[in-house]
């Protein structure tokens, strides 16, 4: 058999994967020899798996996370890997963005330290509509954080960026994110402002409906909202606001369009289990969500059952478990006739857009339910 084979050795050499990566990859189920000799426990490889290996190195110099090798390396021709890869170059192109604006950031921090005097930044002026800000900040305020021991997270970010001012909110379990057209933003990146929730709950009160202008000044660490001669004022504490696009860098396999009341209508009387996976361990109701193969998205009557399982066709029944009043709170912050849902799997995060909306949506992190018994 083994003039048929190559030896992990060979295949080394002719791939340029280590014996030590190749034995890993094996372990990960991702490239697994053709046979393995019992008496020595040396590995065999097929002809036909050098291709694999060489793409393998490909797929690990961009970065490809261990779980999407495996399926690209399961069906390398499919349309399922192009989704993969397509999937990978929008990350990647995501977080190149992100690092620029970061380290245009970062220069102005630095010549900051340099030139103290000379190079602190004027406040800014900001203007918008108040029925945009009205709803933006409706979208956010469910996600704001309430443990005072994070106060970081006990506020709105305020971050201009570009043409618009985009309000973030999260309490490390779900995120909130808004963004709204706003006139005076800078052509540089800008850091954000953190406005404390109190203020937040003021600006909110004193918003008039329709399309007024309001004007916001952030920074010097101050938060000002000044509309129809009326005016509130109080300070921005100085704190670094956690990185949302690392946690909304989503790549789903699924997109589901649905009806907001339904799925409403169906969590508030579906069925639910108590888990202790609320803020410090506490109990709360978990509503699971099952996608079925058909595309359906259903409140599961069972939701006590393996929440990932597959037909005899090898299609995924997907379940994702979530705080119930979590996700409630979303859907009502949402509140559009039609929610488009992006979910990936079980573990991780589940996405809620409100179709042309592209920059306003919500992100729940799902609860691990336990391993069925």
């Known amino acids: 058999m083994e003039s048929e084979l190559h030896s992990i050795g060979e295949l080394a050499r002719a791939s340029g994967l280590g014996v030590g990566t190749l034995r890993y990859y094996d372990g990960a189920e991702v490239l697994t020899p ?28 961009v970065g490809l996370p261990l779980t999407d090798i495996r399926a690209v390396l399961a069906a390398p021709g499919g349309a399922g890997a192009a989704r993969v890869l397509d999937a990978h170059r929008r990350r990647l192109e995501d977080g ?22 000379t190079t602190t930044p004027p406040d800014l002026r900001l203007t918008v509509r108040a029925d945009a800000l009205a709803a933006a900040l409706a979208a956010v305020r469910f996600a704001v954080s309430g443990d005072p021991g994070l106060p970081a997270l006990a506020g709105v970010l305020f971050e201009p960026d570009g043409p618009v001012l985009r309000l973030v909110a999260t309490d490390r379990y779900r995120m909130a994110l808004a963004e709204l057209p706003a006139v ?45 001669g009326h005016r509130i004022e109080g300070a921005a504490p100085d704190v670094d606001y956690p990185d949302h696009r690392a946690a909304t860098r989503l790549a789903p396999r699924h997109r589901v369009t649905l009806s907001a009341a339904d799925l409403r209508a169906a ?26 193969p058909d595309g359906r998205l259903t409140v599961t009557d069972d939701p006590g059952a393996d929440y990932s399982v597959t037909d005899d066709s090898g299609a995924d029944d997907l379940r994702i478990a979530l ?51």
């Open 267 to 292: 969590v508030e009387t579906g069925a639910t289990r108590t888990l202790p996976s609320g803020p410090h361990g506490a109990d709360c109701q978990v509503t699971v969500l099952a996608l079925t």
């Open 96 to 117: 190149l963005a992100d690092a620029r604006r970061e380290l245009s950031l970062i220069r102005t921090m630095i010549d900051q330290r340099e030139h103290p005097m």
């Open 34 to 61: 053709a046979w393995v000799d019992p008496q020595t426990g040396y590995r065999w490889y097929r002809p036909g798996q050098l291709a694999d290996a060489r793409l393998l190195v490909r797929l690990r110099r």
């Open 184 to 228: 005076g933003t800078p052509r540089q990146p800008a850091p954000g402002t953190t406005v404390p929730t109190a203020l937040v709950d003021a600006l909110r009160a004193l918003l008039p409906d329709g399309p007024d202008d309001v004007t916001l000044t952030l920074g010097s660490g101050t938060f000002r909202a000044e509309t129809g």
């Open 323 to 373: 705080n119930r009043d979590y996700l409630l709170d979303a859907l009502r912050a949402a509140h559009p006739e039609q929610l488009l849902l992006e979910l990936d799997g079980p573990i991780a995060p589940l996405a809620i857009r409100t179709p042309g909306r592209t920059g306003t949506y919500s992100v729940l992190m799902p609860v691990r339910l336990p391993a069925p018994a």
